[in-house]
């Protein structure tokens, strides 16, 4: 599920029931914070008057006015080709972002050049329009992404004063190596992008949807490509001037860049996640031994928690799970572990086994999610509200398995999940809204073609990723509450197998700690949880001038709310009439700026 590490990430929901699965519309850019995308490549800025083809300004007109974005630039010598004798000074402009009509966007103010004539034009005739261009690195210079089952890329646009003609290119690598030829290679075959034509309208923001099916190459003039979208490198919007000059310049802005309703394989990224270290043998000191499947019953953890198989059957999916190491449960999606002998990694013991069969894409109301299936177990004790605290256990802080697959998919990846909450700083307003939504901690493994093989991992070396809608926050695995493990496949239309054995936290005594209620501090707040009663504070250096306090149960509902005063004690807010179950302390206060953030958050029980 994880394939993507980006600002706004890749995972599923955390859920203590649901399991998690893959969003399928991938953010290219909604924050437009800076000059990098979520993908963390650049954004760019381009014009007329750099370009080196025979038929181009440069070329052709070089005492004529060119086109210029109006933001800061430096100037350099072109040096096409590494030509030290080509001194034609080209712009080297600075990237900037505005807000515009209540959204953060990409904006290109500009003024147009004059029209030139290259060859083609009739004698005399200026038949060139002038153009600038925006565009955005999907990937590293010199490599592609394979964007197989992107469906569309969705994009919201507006201008300032006139209709602008634009066409949306998507750039590929091999036209982005053909038009790195000396100008004394090309033989009037010039080069085009595949791309869609439209026109900018100004006002309020306009929804675009640009179907991949719908690209096409410029015109006859352009070089024939077969359109290779297993290696794309660039998205770019090109608007066109007239050869009248009737528009003289503009502002084009862009926003909420993303691809959609399809299954992104970023190789690049897959390959850059993979742990490729394999452990020689099981560690000296059996102490912390999770799961080792041999002892009745099988299918228990060291923490007396159940280990499962999962697919995406829960969601309305139609990956299946071999009956042949599974049974399924009353809950849809979820199936109980046979742990069979000869399955363990010694060929003679028991180990958790899965064979599996991804089923096709799963349309949901808001996305489409490939297949996916897993084994997994549980470390809450969702009646007691306690987590598995690995620090206070004498954890190394690693995690050791042994693990096999047998065909199918490409790599297996490991989830660990804390219990910590994340919510979206960057949207206060929406901050009474709360999507219980976890950060995931994984790491991929690569494929072992029927060969049992041995790992032992940091657990911090696992990546953060969590849900896209969320904003992202980089922040260290909490080890003193651990809620799941899990081992999970993707795909679509994907067979195989995989097992897991021999699950350990080396140095740990394997104990379920109670979970703190005690004093939790925050930048401004502390929360104090007893005798029924969740009590806020002010912290001395607090800057917060107001705020609130709510109390949201396991569904995230909001059961309970009270205003923050300006005293050390904020807040007093009773429980008394809480049913017995897990709920979440929240704060947010308020800066003198009026900016909204969530300074604390902590679970308590009542029981």
Same mark, same amino acid.
């Given at each position: #599920?994880? @394939?993507? /590490?980006?600002?706004?990430?890749?995972?599923?929901?955390?859920?203590?029931?649901?399991?998690?699965?893959?969003?399928?519309?991938?953010?290219?850019?909604?924050?437009?914070?800076?000059?990098?995308?979520?993908?963390?490549?650049?954004?760019?800025?381009?014009?007329?008057?750099?370009?080196?083809?025979?038929?181009?300004?440069?070329?052709?007109?070089?005492?004529?006015?060119?086109?210029?974005?109006?933001?800061?630039?430096?100037?350099?010598?072109?040096?096409?080709?590494?030509?030290?004798? +080509?001194?034609?000074?080209?712009?080297?402009?600075?990237? &900037?972002?505005?807000?515009?009509?209540?959204?953060?966007?990409?904006?290109?103010?500009?003024?147009?050049?004059?029209?030139?004539?290259?060859?083609? $034009?009739?004698?005399?005739?200026?038949?060139?329009?002038?153009?600038?261009?925006?565009?955005? #690195?999907?990937?590293?210079?010199?490599?592609?992404?394979?964007?197989?089952?992107?469906?569309?890329?969705?994009?919201?646009?507006?201008?300032?004063?006139?209709?602008?003609?634009?066409?949306?290119?998507?750039?590929?690598?091999?036209?982005?190596?053909?038009?790195?030829?000396?100008?004394?290679?090309?033989?009037?075959?010039?080069?085009?992008?595949?791309?869609?034509?439209?026109?900018?309208?100004?006002?309020?923001?306009?929804?675009?949807?640009?179907?991949?099916?719908?690209?096409?190459?410029?015109?006859?003039?352009?070089?024939?490509?077969?359109?290779?979208?297993?290696?794309?490198?660039?998205?770019?919007?090109?608007?066109?001037?007239?050869?009248?000059?009737?528009?003289? =310049?503009?502002?084009?802005? &862009?926003?909420?860049?993303?691809?959609?309703?399809?299954? *992104?394989?970023?190789?690049?990224?897959?390959?850059?996640?993979?742990?490729?270290? %394999?452990?020689?043998?099981?560690?000296?000191?059996?102490?912390?031994?999770?799961?080792?499947?041999?002892?009745?019953?099988? +299918?228990?953890?060291?923490?007396?928690?159940?280990?499962?198989?999962?697919?995406?059957?829960? *969601?309305?999916?139609?990956?299946?799970?071999?009956?042949?190491?599974?049974?399924?449960?009353?809950?849809?999606?979820?199936?109980?572990?046979? $742990?069979?002998?000869?399955?363990?990694?010694?060929?003679?013991?028991?180990?958790?086994?899965?064979?599996?069969?991804?089923?096709?894409?799963?349309?949901?109301?808001?996305?489409?999610?490939?297949?996916?299936?897993?084994?997994?177990?549980?470390?809450?004790?969702?009646?007691?509200?306690?987590?598995?605290?690995?620090?206070?256990?004498?954890?190394? =802080?690693?995690?050791?398995?042994?693990?096999?697959?047998?065909?199918?998919?490409?790599?297996?990846?490991?989830?660990?999940?804390?219990?910590?909450?994340? @919510?979206?700083?960057?949207?206060?307003?929406?901050?009474?809204?709360?999507?219980?939504?976890?950060?995931?901690?994984?790491?991929?493994?690569?494929?072992?073609?029927?060969?049992?093989?041995?790992?032992? *991992?940091? #657990?911090?070396?696992?990546?953060? $990723?969590?849900?896209?809608?969320?904003?992202?926050?980089?922040?260290?695995?909490?080890?003193?509450?651990?809620?799941? &493990?899990?081992?999970?496949?993707?795909?679509?239309?994907?067979?195989?197998?995989?097992?897991?054995?021999?699950?350990?936290?080396?140095?740990?005594?394997?104990?379920?700690? /109670?979970?703190?209620?005690?004093?939790?501090?925050?930048?401004?707040?502390?929360?104090? $949880?007893?005798?029924?009663?969740?009590?806020?504070?002010?912290? +001395?250096?607090?800057?917060?001038?107001?705020?609130? &306090?709510? *109390?949201?149960?396991?569904?995230?509902?909001?059961?309970?709310?009270?205003?923050?005063? +300006?005293?050390?004690?904020?807040?007093?807010?009773?429980? %008394?009439?809480?049913?017995?179950? #897990?709920?979440?302390?929240?704060?947010?206060?308020?800066?003198? @700026?009026?900016?909204?953030?969530?300074?604390?958050?902590?679970?308590?029980?009542?029981?």
């Amino acid at each position: #599920m994880h @394939f993507l /590490k980006v600002k706004a990430a890749l995972t599923g929901l955390l859920n203590l029931i649901v399991v998690s699965h893959l969003f399928a519309d991938v953010v290219v850019d909604m924050t437009f914070d800076d000059n990098q995308n979520d993908l963390e490549y650049y954004w760019y800025y381009y014009d007329d008057n750099s370009r080196v083809g025979s038929n181009d300004r440069p070329q052709v007109d070089p005492t004529g006015r060119p086109s210029v974005i109006d933001v800061p630039y430096t100037e350099r010598e072109r040096h096409a080709f590494d030509d030290k004798a +080509d001194t034609w000074l080209v712009k080297s402009y600075k990237f &900037i972002t505005s807000e515009s009509r209540g959204k953060k966007c990409a904006m290109m103010p500009f003024t147009f050049g004059d029209p030139w004539s290259p060859y083609y $034009c009739s004698k005399g005739n200026a038949c060139a329009a002038p153009y600038v261009g925006i565009g955005t #690195m999907l990937t590293k210079e010199g490599a592609g992404i394979d964007l197989t089952g992107v469906k569309s890329i969705h994009f919201l646009t507006k201008s300032r004063v006139n209709p602008l003609t634009v066409r949306f290119n998507l750039q590929t690598l091999d036209i982005d190596e053909y038009s790195y030829k000396e100008v004394k290679e090309y033989n009037d075959d010039e080069y085009g992008y595949y791309g869609h034509t439209f026109i900018v309208t100004p006002g309020e923001w306009q929804e675009y949807d640009i179907a991949i099916d719908s690209l096409m190459l410029p015109g006859m003039w352009a070089h024939e490509f077969e359109f290779d979208i297993k290696h794309c490198t660039n998205l770019s919007w090109e608007v066109q001037g007239t050869l009248d000059s009737s528009i003289t =310049g503009d502002t084009l802005d &862009i926003a909420d860049v993303n691809f959609c309703t399809g299954w *992104i394989v970023l190789r690049d990224f897959i390959d850059s996640t993979l742990w490729m270290k %394999e452990e020689r043998s099981f560690p000296a000191d059996p102490a912390g031994l999770f799961a080792s499947f041999d002892d009745a019953p099988y +299918d228990r953890s060291a923490l007396k928690t159940t280990w499962y198989a999962f697919s995406d059957a829960g *969601i309305g999916g139609r990956s299946m799970v071999s009956t042949d190491y599974a049974i399924v449960t009353d809950v849809q999606g979820y199936y109980t572990l046979e $742990c069979a002998e000869g399955t363990g990694s010694d060929g003679i013991g028991r180990g958790a086994v899965l064979q599996y069969e991804l089923g096709p894409l799963t349309v949901t109301l808001t996305e489409e999610v490939p297949g996916f299936s897993g084994i997994g177990c549980s470390m809450f004790d969702s009646i007691s509200g306690k987590y598995w605290n690995a620090a206070a256990a004498g954890s190394s =802080g690693d995690i050791y398995f042994e693990y096999l697959t047998d065909e199918g998919a490409d790599y297996l990846t490991l989830e660990l999940r804390d219990s910590i909450l994340v @919510f979206n700083r960057n949207n206060p307003e929406k901050q009474r809204y709360y999507y219980l939504t976890g950060a995931v901690y994984f790491r991929n493994f690569p494929a072992t073609n029927g060969v049992w093989r041995r790992v032992r *991992i940091p #657990m911090d070396s696992l990546l953060l $990723c969590h849900d896209p809608r969320q904003v992202y926050v980089d922040r260290p695995l909490v080890k003193t509450h651990l809620a799941r &493990i899990e081992w999970t496949v993707h795909g679509s239309g994907v067979n195989g197998l995989f097992a897991i054995d021999n699950v350990c936290f080396p140095g740990a005594g394997v104990s379920v700690d /109670k979970r703190y209620t005690g004093t939790i501090k925050g930048d401004a707040f502390h929360i104090i $949880c007893r005798n029924r009663n969740v009590r806020i504070f002010r912290n +001395d250096a607090c800057k917060f001038t107001g705020g609130k &306090i709510s *109390i949201i149960d396991a569904r995230g509902a909001v059961v309970a709310r009270a205003a923050v005063g +300006d005293g050390g004690t904020a807040a007093t807010i009773s429980t %008394e009439r809480l049913s017995a179950g #897990m709920y979440f302390a929240v704060v947010e206060g308020m800066d003198a @700026f009026g900016k909204v953030d969530v300074s604390c958050v902590v679970a308590f029980v009542v029981k």
